[in-house]
């Protein structure tokens, strides 16, 4: 069983519109990380979450400790979000989900 | 440059030989992380360090693995005696340190080393 679950895998979207991605968790955590991977590699952290919600432009992202689940949310996408979406978790040891690949289309 | 830098940004090298890569941390950051992609896969954590000591070894792959630190700065990932399954991208990161390894201090990437063992 992996410690991060992410979903969805893939995910598509039309320009505008509003996205989710979800994280759940099964160890115990200092912090929440969300990371985006562009196409080229490079790896960008977007948010650290210990409680409540975080808000950064267009970005969202809050977290439940109680049941263990973060949501990324993305308002009025652009082709430019397009990238992986990396959700992590740490305290002594960091962990990783699969990824949300997400392709915003025009 | 302000970023995390590594070297090389590619290696090439046949299986059976040992590997060096180098991470040059931002300046004042005290916390670097080592991860390692592999193709198609996600990201695993490798080992931390908290200044020149790493607390946890444990998530070093093999005894093939071994990093150091000193004063503080510059860390070297080595890798003996290369595999096949070795080849991945290995990613440094740095960041001020916070009340834990992974707390609320953000990680600040390198763009990695691409190594392709032969």
């Known amino acids: 069983k992996n410690e991060v679950e992410q979903s969805p895998q893939n995910l598509t979207a039309q320009e505008g519109e509003f996205i989710t991605i979800n994280c759940s968790y099964s160890v115990g955590i200092s912090a929440l990380h969300w990371l985006q991977q562009h196409p080229g590699g490079g790896i960008v952290s977007l948010f650290m979450?210990?409680?409540g919600k975080k808000k950064h432009g267009r970005l969202i992202a809050t977290i439940n400790i109680q049941e263990k689940h973060s949501s990324l949310h993305i308002t009025a996408s652009h082709p430019r979000d397009s990238a992986v979406y990396i959700c992590a978790v740490g305290r002594s040891q960091f962990y990783f989900g699969t990824g949300t690949s997400l392709t915003v289309i025009p | 440059g302000a970023g995390v830098s590594q070297s090389p940004s590619n290696k090439v090298t046949e299986k059976g030989k040992d590997v060096e890569l180098r991470c040059d941390p931002i300046s004042g950051h005290t916390a670097l992380y080592w991860y390692r992609q592999s193709l198609g896969q996600g990201l695993e954590f490798l080992i931390y360090?908290?200044?020149?000591?790493?607390?946890?070894k444990s998530g070093l792959p093999s005894d093939r693995f071994s990093a150091e630190r000193t004063g503080g700065s510059v860390s070297t990932l080595t890798i003996q005696r290369t595999q096949q399954e070795d080849s991945a991208v290995y990613l440094c990161a740095s960041s001020l340190v916070g009340p834990s390894p992974f707390s609320n201090q953000p990680q600040h990437f390198g763009d990695g080393t691409r190594l392709s063992i032969l």
């Open positions: 979450l210990s409680s």
């Open positions: 360090f908290q200044g020149n000591s790493a607390p946890d």
